[in-house]
Every structure is written in structure tokens, then in C-alpha cells.
């Protein structure tokens, strides 16, 4: 899945999702994920908003970076 929001602010990249997740360090997380061709909604209750995973930018084919 790819994350396109957080909190209802479109994210295009790790910078700005960390700087998004920082604003708010408490409670869930709404994020709006790309996944199979659709869009999804997913709130998630994280432990100080943090996935526990290694996260990377997704570069589109083509896209200048």
C-alpha cells in the first residue's frame, strides 16, 4: 500500500509524513492508502504513531524525483 494522506494532509513523501505524524503525537493515525488501483481509509492506533517498520519514499516510473 501506498500512504497518499495522513490526518487529512496529502503526503508525497517520508519528510513530509514524519512532519505530519509529528504535529499530532498522540492518538490514532487516519491515513489514506493507494492499494490495488482504489483508495482506502484506514485509522490506526499506534504506539506514539509509529508503524515499528522501515518506511521509504515509492518513486513513480518516469517521475522526476
Do not use: C, H
Request: proline residues 3%.
Amino acid at each position: 500500500a501506498i500512504v497518499v494522506a495522513v490526518d487529512g494532509f496529502r503526503v508525497e513523501n517520508m519528510t513530509q509524513f514524519g512532519f505530519i505524524r509529528a504535529m499530532t503525537p498522540d492518538g490514532p493515525v487516519a491515513l489514506v492508502v493507494y492499494q490495488k488501483g482504489a483508495y482506502e481509509t484506514r485509522v490506526l492506533s499506534l504506539v506514539d504513531r509509529s508503524f515499528g517498520v522501515d518506511l521509504e519514499d515509492y518513486g513513480r516510473s518516469g517521475a522526476q524525483q
